[in-house]
T-cell receptor, first 119, second 115 residues
């Protein structure tokens, strides 16, 4: 079963507008972390924002905010005031405990959303 | 710049060959992860090391192996290469393994092309 689902293969937004990229996740572990990464056409993976499963408030980092709805198991990324440089692939990822439950390990990634910002 | 370095940036080789990808984690990070990104499989976790010890394995083929050395750098060895091994290979590092909150910082990746 897909643990991270990003249902939007592609999104378009006008420069200076806000855009929401969807992410839903599936886990039975009460302790987990949710991350968003940006991958520009150059290929590198850039960390954007983190939300912990026990965090009471939604995470924010500059123009990025995470709309965390735990009961719905969703962690949508909101980018405000889009810029041309925001055009990239965006990945949602989850970090859970390794098998055995004693440590944390891998990130499980969604399929990504390609965001295109129009001038 | 994430502080994670990977060499080489690009690698072109032939089927049946063996290659070694190298990764140096961020200063202070003890945990190293390897991921493979391909068009058909997306981003897949391969293996994790923490302070020299293997901690978790993902969908890593038997033809692939990795290790983390005492100076904490890591190498991913890919042997008997097949066309389908062509992909972008990422190394990532984090401080440790104690919490789900620890951010993994990614290197620039090694783009492998098997001809």
């Amino acid at each position: 079963a897909q643990k991270i689902t990003q249902t939007q293969p592609g999104m378009f937004v006008q420069e200076k507008e806000a855009v929401t990229l969807d992410c839903t996740y599936d886990t039975s572990d009460p302790s987990y972390g949710l991350f968003w990464y940006k991958q520009p056409s150059s290929g590198e993976m850039i960390f954007l924002i983190y939300q912990g499963s026990y965090d009471q408030q939604n995470a924010t980092e500059g123009r990025y905010s995470l709309n965390f709805q735990k009961a719905r198991k969703s962690a949508n990324l909101v980018i405000s005031a889009s810029q041309l440089g925001d055009s990239a692939m965006y990945f949602c990822a989850m970090r859970e405990r390794n098998a055995g439950g004693t440590s944390y390990g891998k990130l499980t990634f969604g399929q990504g959303t390609i965001l295109t910002v129009h001038p | 710049d994430s502080g994670v370095t990977q060499t080489p940036k690009h690698l072109i080789t032939a089927t049946g060959q063996r290659v070694t990808l190298r990764c140096s984690p961020r200063s202070g990070d003890l945990s190293v992860y390897w991921y493979q990104q391909s068009l058909d499989q997306g981003l897949q976790f391969l293996i994790q090391y923490y302070n020299g010890e293997e901690r978790a394995k993902g969908n890593i083929l038997e033809r692939f192996s990795a290790q983390q050395f005492p100076d904490l750098h890591s190498e991913l060895n890919l042997s008997s290469l097949e066309l389908g091994d062509s992909a972008l290979y990422f190394c990532a590092s984090s401080v440790g393994v104690a919490g789900g909150h620890e951010t993994q910082y990614f290197g620039p990746g090694t783009r492998l092309l098997v001809l």
